[in-house]
């Protein structure tokens, strides 16, 4: 006869602790090797910056330790493994182009990880999160079509997607990323028995009522609108990607992917054909090395050249042109990656991707509230959708779009908003692993009932 | 909701493994075409700073030269006579590559040749920035002057060969370009040149003396008479069928002659008459009895189908295969699908005039390192023999006939034997026809081998390749013959 007992998971902080050092050491040696290639010494400020990022790490691994103890160990470091190799880029680049980009996006860094570990601080519970669905939906819509409004919404390389604030820039659609999430969430966990239990069906799919096609149809609108308005394929997709994942996860229902898609594509192929900047994307994308195509592809075609150039194990650090790039240090950080570390570089960036998404979705998996599930698994699979569409606009995938690698691409708002993710998957985290309240057994109790019984 | 997330979770392994797979293939398996993409100026970058050697014209004449400037390119490529050599050199872009000699001999031009690795060595030791080799052309700066003034603004091409030694004395290409334009390092200068050459209808950028592939029309008669004379069953006053018109079999249609008239009393002419005056249904009737093989054999043996790196790169000109009699025909006579590059039409009258020797065409002459020491000198090459020495001495017989009293009589220069051959080529119902002439001198002792095509050849009817075409043909020969 055997007894379940209740198990008590490690709290793994110790392995957090350890991989968050292999992750700074790693950082500064990439440091490190830069200085080393461009002077032949080690910048002159190495401990100060190259220790920045490792003094702001601990600083959220204690918060971590104090406020969520149970938390993924594996989630932090590999954001912060992330973010130092897109520092050293950064600096590197401003090297070859005599600019100062890699200090703001240090300070930026320290703001992220500070917005981290306010959440976790104050952020006690995530199912608080669900008083402020609706809430969260005005506010999402709201950042999300703030580019629109006239005087306020900046064109940066045909995409409306910046707002400007004097000099400083910022895509409010990073954030607006977070409050969908948890709208999607707080709205689905609510719906989600409507939406799959009831509605006609046609042939092997089962369809939504008509009236639970409303948010659909809402959502759906509200890309193509981002899409034709701010011309931004990649904020589109990335929106209505997320908004059918976790559909998809509340409700169990193919027939809401079958329609997403459809309806996702119908509106891609009307948007151009109907519209020329979306037309000429396609065109770039579908034949960028045209001679009448090279002056719109030359960022991409020299994107491809500099990963060409790279190779399989790249031209090392400081050593390659991704200066040569345009937006090297953000839209295409990809590419400047793949030319100095190599096929072999871009493949440890991208697992790094494949851990830390992957490490969400078990974290869905793991939490037992359906809230915490769609929240988690919605901000895992938007971090994997975004990944997908910046390396697949860079690699020829899919249509070049304006959105930034996570943690990786130069830019304050991505990165604030990437470190308010792993904040909210390190708090939903900690209550999917840490036990339930030992409940008194007494004799008799509920314990000793629990039995398996092995049949013959 | 445990499945879902699995599922999802399978989405995105997919979603990655795409990643995975289109990274791999830009940076492995696409990465040796991305590298060696005309426009992927990444050398160029490396190269930036460094003295690029000049490319020079026979005689030392300077026709792509760095000129030191302030900013941070260091160098500006500067082309001194700008459009004249436009196709022979090319252009070196920072933002649209190279093309031309520029990018055929960039390594020894940037000082990169494998050819330069003592001059490098030494580099190396004595800490000097590597400066480019040079390279001298085979063409003559006075013979290249004639060909453009002669061509004047027609649309066309002029090549002049050495028919000894395969040298390309002028190479000409109408519309041309000047490459000042898109070397200039005003990028936005750069692309307005750039997208206005693009538009041009024209295709300035296109060399046509090697890059197009025209009807060679009734020059491919030369062809086939090598073709009759080399089966040894005809000599050159061998009577061919010379009617006014040929009846094609298979078909309804027939071949007629220019004039709509026979080609001689009784529609007989003899092979000499025939090429003399340009008798298509006589040429016609001979191709089907000679037979496509015979023809694509004898076309070959001049040249066609051979890929050639001169270092340019040459279109590929070619005869067509599965041939029926009617095609046959036409294509005995330069028309259907036969296709060659003014250079091939040259070549043509450059094997018969070396004796029957066919050399390999070339336009570099000397390589030499940034201290002037010659690396490299290109000596003559056989690419075979077209035809014996007795077809040779026939064929330039008959091609003397043209000149002196046939079709080709514009080409005629005071003193000097001249051997050629007229074209006309049809290529499409109601435009106007290509002129051809290709020809060389003097006849018993050949400096000089021209082609020359003009597209817009005036009206359907009167274009003949003798009244635009030859004129043009003997002012280049006249400057290689008189320099």
């Given at each position: 006869m055997a007894t379940v007992l209740p198990v008590y998971p490690r709290t793994r902080r110790g392995v957090e602790l350890l991989l968050l050092l292999l992750a700074v050491a790693l950082s500064m040696s990439a440091y490190a090797v830069v200085g080393l290639t461009e002077t032949g010494a080690l910048p002159a400020d190495f401990f100060l910056h190259g220790g920045a990022l490792g003094v702001l790490a601990g600083v959220l691994h204690v918060v971590v330790r104090w406020r969520a103890s149970y938390a993924d160990p594996v989630l932090l470091p590999v954001a912060t493994l992330l973010n130092g190799v897109g520092l050293v880029m950064i600096h590197r680049l401003d090297l070859a182009e005599d600019s100062a980009l890699a200090s703001r996006q240090l300070v930026w860094s320290a703001l992220g990880i500070v917005a981290a570990g306010a959440v976790l601080w104050l952020l006690r519970d995530h199912r608080v999160l669900r008083r402020y669905t609706f809430t969260a939906m005005v506010a999402g819509f709201g950042l999300l079509l703030l580019p629109l409004v006239p005087g306020l919404g900046k064109t940066i390389n045909g995409a409306r997607i910046w707002i400007g604030v004097g000099p400083l820039s910022f895509q409010p659609g990073e954030l607006a990323k977070i409050l969908l999430a948890v709208f999607f969430a707080g709205y689905l966990v609510v719906h989600r028995d409507a939406l799959s239990l009831t509605g006609p069906k046609l042939l092997w799919l089962q369809l939504p009522r008509m009236r639970d096609l409303g948010p659909l149809l809402v959502a759906w609108g509200a890309s193509v609108g981002v899409l034709v308005l701010e011309r931004d394929l990649g904020t589109s997709l990335l929106f209505f990607g997320l908004f059918v994942a976790v559909l998809y996860v509340a409700t169990e229902r193919v027939s809401w992917i079958v329609l997403g898609l459809l309806l996702f594509v119908g509106g891609a192929l009307a948007a151009a054909t109907t519209f020329s900047h979306v037309q000429q994307r396609v065109d770039i994308w579908l034949h960028p090395f045209a001679a009448e195509n090279l002056d719109r592809s030359y960022q991409l075609v020299q994107g491809l050249f500099g990963m060409a150039a790279g190779g399989l194990l790249g031209t090392g650090l400081d050593r390659g042109r991704p200066d040569i790039v345009p937006y090297a240090e953000s839209d295409f950080i990809y590419s400047s990656l793949g030319e100095e570390l190599g096929l072999a570089g871009l493949f440890a960036v991208l697992l790094l991707y494949v851990l830390l998404v992957e490490r969400g979705l078990r974290t869905a998996v793991g939490v037992r509230d359906g809230f915490g599930k769609l929240l988690a698994g919605g901000l895992a699979f938007s971090v994997a959708l975004q990944v997908f569409v910046v390396a697949g606009g860079v690699t020829r995938v899919i249509p070049l779009t304006g959105l930034t690698m996570p943690f990786l691409a130069y830019g304050g708002s991505s990165l604030v908003s990437n470190w308010i993710i792993v904040g909210l998957l390190l708090r939903v985290s900690d209550l999917a692993r840490r036990p339930a309240p030992?409940?008194?057994?007494?004799?008799?109790?509920d314990t000793g009932a629990t039995q398996v019984v092995r049949l013959p | 909701m445990n499945r879902p997330l699995r599922r999802l979770a399978g989405v995105v392994a997919l979603l990655f493994l795409t990643l995975f797979a289109s990274t791999t293939h830009v940076q492995f398996f696409a990465a040796e075409d991305l590298r060696a993409k005309p426009t992927n100026s990444r050398q160029l970058y490396a190269e930036l700073g460094r003295d690029r050697g000049p490319i020079l014209v026979a005689g030392g004449g300077q026709v792509a030269v760095g000129t030191p400037v302030d900013d941070a390119y260091k160098f500006l490529r500067t082309y001194p006579s700008g459009p004249l050599y436009a196709h022979v050199t090319g252009y070196y872009s920072i933002r649209y590559g190279t093309s031309g000699v520029e990018r055929a001999q960039n390594d020894v031009l940037s000082g990169t040749?494998?050819?330069l690795f003592y001059r490098r060595l030494s580099d190396l030791v004595t800490g000097r920035q590597p400066r480019g080799g040079s390279v001298e052309l085979t063409i003559d700066p006075v013979v290249q002057q004639a060909a453009s003034e002669a061509l004047g603004e027609r649309k066309g091409a002029v090549v002049a060969l050495d028919p000894a030694t395969g040298d390309v004395l002028a190479m000409v290409s109408n519309p041309t370009y000047d490459p000042n334009a898109l070397a200039t390092h005003d990028a936005a200068a750069a692309q307005e040149a750039w997208q206005g050459l693009l538009a041009d209808e024209d295709d300035p950028l296109t060399n046509r003396a090697t890059g197009a592939l025209y009807p060679p029309g009734s020059t491919f008669k030369i062809i086939t008479s090598a073709a009759a004379l080399e089966s040894g069953d005809?000599?050159?006053?061998t009577l061919l069928d010379g009617p006014a018109e040929l009846d094609l079999p298979l078909t309804s249609s027939t071949l007629g002659n220019d004039e709509g008239t026979e080609c001689g009393p009784g529609g007989k002419v003899s092979l000499i008459d025939a090429l003399e005056i340009s008798c298509n249904t006589a040429f016609g009737s001979l191709g089907m009895t000679l037979g496509a093989d015979a023809l694509a054999e004898q076309s070959e043996r001049f040249g066609f189908g051979q890929e050639l790196q001169i270092p340019l790169s040459v279109a590929t000109s070619s005869f067509p295969t599965d041939l029926n009699a009617p095609q046959t025909a036409q294509s005995a006579i330069g028309q259907f699908d036969v296709r060659a590059t003014p250079l091939q039409v040259a070549m043509i009258s450059a094997a018969v005039a070396n004796g029957g020797v066919l050399m390999e065409p070339n336009v570099v002459r000397t390589v030499r390192d940034a201290d002037l020491d010659v690396v490299e000198t290109r000596s003559p090459q056989e690419l075979g023999r077209a035809v014996s020495e007795e077809t040779a001495a026939t064929l330039t017989t008959m091609m003397r006939a043209v000149v002196d009293s046939g079709t080709?009589?514009?080409a005629q220069i005071e003193g000097v034997q001249v051997a050629g051959k007229t074209g006309t080529a049809q290529h499409g119902e109601g435009l106007p026809p290509y002129a051809w002439f290709t020809s060389f001198a003097?006849?018993?002792?050949?400096?000089v081998a021209v082609a020359v095509v003009i597209e817009d050849g005036g009206t359907v009817d009167s274009a003949y390749g003798g009244r635009l075409a030859a004129p043009v043909a003997k002012q280049v020969m006249e400057a290689v013959i008189n320099r």
């Open positions: 030992e409940e008194p057994a007494g004799p008799g109790g | 040749a494998d050819r005809y000599t050159a006053d080709g009589t514009r003097p006849a018993d002792d050949p400096e």
